[in-house]
């Protein structure tokens, strides 16, 4: 115990205990992390986004020696799920599993409730996923160009669906049916699994998942692939062409991942969450199970990961003005 005594300005002596003012750390002086970590997931349990944050969280944990927290908040294209993370403190504790749709909202949506660059800080992209065209594996349909054939002829009695407003399947799609002239009515559900549901039900007609969500059914004989929307063929799946090999060129989507924090977390933080994000996808383990599902790995800088959400912005743009669609 350390006693002190002071003169007050009226002459009186007063005596301060200081026992412990003095030892307490300040805050930001504490080790990070310190407790577990939230990752929100704008994805349903089950769904692509959602298992692979979980592999790399397992992977990440055993790095931090601290419990990674999957917190599903689906809804509203993601947006419910980027609206909460953005507003969240920033001191590294709540990450967010961002993805190329949050690029897309921006310009989807007429108030999104956030914005991509300004209120995050973007620490690594985690992987791609090529986005491929499919129809049930009992559809007439066996080209790309039987199913534009068919587009044009129907004028709008084709379906298609996607995991949302937004999604790469509903870009892709859009821009495929501008670029070829046809015509098609959009199905939204709330995931690329709801939609791939509904394609193996026969409720639509064809959709353009990211891969490792019809990859599976394609390997079972239950769906069709037709194309990639990708710039080179998928080695999954070599003996398909992508879309500019089938006839329709300039129609290149992808659909990515990865960890973002909310703007102003601390750099030494975003740092150390970058190199052990960065340690953890280095592991066999989880290289394999990503790239076994169709995935590929691709991480990068925290500049380059923004860069990616800049580019998708200017994606959407295009997707708009040539299938003329209109902010929600």
């Known amino acids: 115990m350390t006693i002190t005594r002071i003169k007050t300005c009226s002459g009186f002596w007063v005596s301060l205990t200081l026992t412990g003012v003095l030892a307490i750390p300040p805050a930001h002086s504490q080790e990070w992390p310190s407790k577990s970590i939230r990752w929100i997931v704008t994805a349903l349990p089950g769904t692509v986004n959602d298992s692979r944050a979980r592999l790399v969280g397992e992977a990440v944990s055993e790095i931090l020696k601290q419990p990674i927290v999957v917190d599903n908040k689906a809804g509203a294209a993601g947006n419910i799920g ?3 993370a953005a507003r969240a403190p920033a001191d590294g504790y709540t990450w967010l599993y ?15 409730g956030f914005d991509v660059i300004r209120d995050f800080v973007h620490i690594t992209r985690l992987g791609t996923s090529d986005v491929l065209l499919v129809v049930h594996a009992e559809s007439p349909v066996n080209s790309v160009s039987e199913l534009v054939a068919l587009a044009k002829v129907s004028r709008g009695k084709l379906s298609y669906g996607s995991g949302g407003v ?4 509903h870009m892709a799609a859009e821009l495929l049916l501008a670029s070829a002239g046809a015509e098609a009515v959009h199905v939204p559900y709330k995931g690329a699994v709801q939609a791939m549901v509904a394609l193996l039900g026969r409720e639509i007609d064809f959709t353009l998942p990211i891969f490792s969500v019809a990859f599976p059914h394609v390997q079972l004989g239950k769906l069709r692939a ?3 929307a990708g710039a080179s ?6 003996e398909i062409p992508t879309l500019a090999e089938a006839g329709v060129p300039g129609v290149v989507v992808t659909g990515f991942g990865g960890v973002s924090v909310p703007a102003g977390t601390p750099a030494p933080i975003v740092a150390r969450i970058y190199r052990t994000v960065h340690q953890a996808m280095e592991r066999p383990a989880v290289r394999a199970k990503i790239e076994a599902e169709g995935g590929m790995i691709t991480v990068n800088s925290p500049a380059e990961y923004t860069q990616n959400f800049r580019d998708e ?4 743009e295009r997707a708009m003005k040539v299938a003329k669609l209109e902010p929600q």
């Open 233 to 238: 063929r998928n080695p999954k799946l070599a």
């Open 82 to 84: 980027a609206q909460l």
């Open 313 to 316: 912005i200017l994606l959407t």
């Open 226 to 228: 037709l194309a990639v």
């Open 166 to 169: 937004g999604t790469p399947a």
């Open 98 to 112: 961002s993805a190329s749709p949050m690029a897309t909202n921006m310009r989807m949506y007429k108030s999104p």
